[in-house]
């Protein structure tokens, strides 16, 4: 069964960068589905921020594209989430999830991100 | 982009009773193959976000038959049968046609 964890420090300063590590078990990221970073704003909104796929390849949110970078390390069977200077509006619950050509069938717990002096 | 609307932000319902939730989308979620982009999530605290349904009438494995998607072009509804205690949670529709991909803003199912 695929799990999913997000991990990274929960607190991050206005112009900083937010960097987050979602490891993969039981699923090589390498193998086939799209990977992604979801985010969640007080209020409940989500915004689908973007994704890298098997081969490597990514897709961001243009609202996103200038700040936010989605890489791996194969070798861990992780990915990992960069968004560069951030406002107090990137504080949100950030969450890591698979896509494939149906559904987002795998989430995990989400990570909780508060950008503040 | 493409818009999802979720008109209700809240739904109040008493256990037992059926419920349906409904999702706009502003232009057809229908692509080529004849299939509808459009899934449906289920977010409960402390667990993880749950698929329900996809191509927007299918469920996905081990989800309960009272969960039921209908719909087509650009109006979808999620409807849940005989609610049960589980079953109060925040619902998301989401649109996997075109990139950006897309959520409604959510509904929240409430008790009575």
């Known amino acids: 069964e695929v799990q999913l964890q997000e991990s990274g420090p929960g607190l991050v300063k206005p112009s900083q960068s937010l960097s987050l590590t979602c490891s993969v078990t039981?699923?090589?990221?390498?193998?086939?589905?799209?990977w992604n970073w979801i985010r969640k704003f007080p209020g409940n909104k989500l915004e689908w921020m973007g994704y890298?796929?098997?081969?490597?390849?990514?897709n961001y949110n243009p609202s996103l594209k200038s700040r936010i970078s989605i890489t791996r390390d194969t070798s861990k069977n992780q990915f990992f989430l960069q968004v560069n200077s951030v406002t107090t509006e990137d504080t949100a619950t950030y969450y890591c999830?698979?896509?494939?050509?149906?559904?987002?069938?795998?989430w995990g717990q989400g990570a909780s991100v508060t950008v503040s002096s | 982009q493409i818009m999802l609307t979720q008109q209700a932000e809240s739904l109040w319902i008493s256990p037992g009773e059926r419920v349906s939730i409904t999702c706009r989308a502003s232009?057809?979620?229908?692509?080529?193959?004849?299939?509808?982009?459009l899934s449906w999530y289920q977010q409960r605290p402390g667990q993880t976000t749950k698929a329900l349904i996809y191509?927007?009438?299918v469920r996905t494995d081990g989800v309960p038959t009272r969960f039921i998607g209908s719909g087509s072009g650009t109006e979808f509804t999620l409807s849940i049968e005989h609610v049960q205690p589980e079953d109060f949670a925040i619902y998301y529709c989401?649109?996997?046609?075109?990139?950006?991909?897309?959520f409604g803003s959510g509904t929240k199912l409430e008790i009575k």
């Open positions: 232009q057809s979620l229908l692509y080529t193959d004849g299939k509808h982009y």
């Open positions: 890298i796929n098997s081969a490597g390849s990514t």
């Open positions: 039981g699923y090589s990221i390498t193998s086939s589905y799209r």
């Open positions: 989401l649109q996997t046609l075109k990139s950006p991909f897309t």
């Open positions: 999830a698979r896509l494939g050509v149906r559904v987002m069938d795998a």
């Open positions: 191509h927007a009438s």
